[in-house]
């Protein structure tokens, strides 16, 4: 009797696509799955606590027959209270945006300046640079008295702050930080959150808003980068 054919192998795209649906649900996480070659690679953060079910959703989510070696996870986990922050703005980070500090540093010491800055995605948008610390407050870089809501072009890179007077430094508490940072095609909130904000009640609104925003076919985009902050 003839031995049956093995069923193929799942393709790349395929794997990925399976993956991606998987991550767009994961709480405490913002993830992506890409086809690099013949590996799909799935990388981004997630909470520590939160990281073993990550990746138990990934391994679960894999099409039948896919080979073990086809994939490769690299999540970077973090320590502290950004969960709803990331399930708040995971729903709009389809179009995810490249977020980072200047010169591509991750480490901060205290009294360095943070000077956050982001690729945009292919349209026109406005910017709202948010930075989150491990002690649960939140700062509105942007908008603000000294960057005010501007609107930039499609893929083109924005920084804010500066060093020197006027610009934010790194002071105590130390740990992990998160800027958040969201693009629109429209302006988000008018008017502006005031600067005194509290994290549960901007993200109230900042869920309510984005809602409304894609409803009404507002273009949207999101993306986050990890600062690690530490003393002198």
């Keep these: ?54 990746r138990q959703s990934i391994y679960e989510a894999r099409p039948a027959n896919t080979p073990d070696d086809a994939i490769s996870v690299r999540l970077e986990a973090f320590d502290g209270p950004y969960c709803d922050v990331l399930d708040t703005v995971r729903p709009v980070a389809a179009q995810p945006m490249q977020v980072g500090l200047r010169d591509g540093a991750t480490r901060l010491v205290e009294d360095q300046y943070i000077i956050p800055r982001a690729t945009l995605p292919g ?4 910017t709202n640079f948010d930075y989150f610390s491990s002690d649960g ?19 083109s890179l924005v920084t804010i702050g500066k060093a020197g007077e006027g610009g934010w430094q790194v002071n105590p508490p130390f740990g992990t930080d998160m800027v ?5 095609s429209s302006p988000l909130f008018a008017p502006e959150r005031p600067q005194d904000d509290s994290v549960a009640a901007y993200l109230a609104a900042l869920r309510t808003t984005l809602d409304t925003a894609a409803k009404k076919g507002v273009k949207l985009s999101a993306g986050v980068a990890l600062v690690q902050t530490v003393a002198k």
């Design 123 to 126: 349209f026109q948008a406005y």
């Design 1 to 54: 009797m003839p031995v049956p054919a093995a069923p193929p192998a799942p393709t790349p795209t395929a794997i990925r696509d399976a993956l991606q649906t998987a991550l767009s649900r994961a709480s405490c996480s913002l993830a992506r799955a890409m086809v690099e070659g013949r590996v799909v690679v799935v990388s981004g953060i997630v909470g520590r606590n939160a990281e073993p079910f990550l």
């Design 137 to 155: 407050t939140v700062a509105h870089l942007q908008p603000s008295p000294a960057f005010p809501s501007k609107q930039a072009g499609a893929n």
């Design 180 to 184: 958040v940072v969201i693009a629109a």
